[in-house]
């Protein structure tokens, strides 16, 4: 993402909603009809250093 561009979608769990929202990167959270994450590589790199994060995908 940082030599190409582009947008991250990443989908959550519903208690992930309120951790995400507050990361830098993050252009947009949509919770219907599930919660997912839009966002840079800022965001992905700062939400996989949070305690407990899981890459499911």
């Not at 959270?29 to 965001?43: C, K, Q, R, V």
């Amino acid at each position: 993402m940082d030599v190409l561009g582009g947008v991250a979608n990443a989908e959550l769990r519903e208690d992930q909603v309120r951790l995400v929202s507050g990361l830098p990167g993050v252009m947009a959270l949509m919770t219907n009809p599930w919660a997912a994450a839009y966002g840079s590589a800022e965001f992905l790199r700062t939400w996989a250093e949070q305690p407990g994060f899981r890459l499911l995908k």
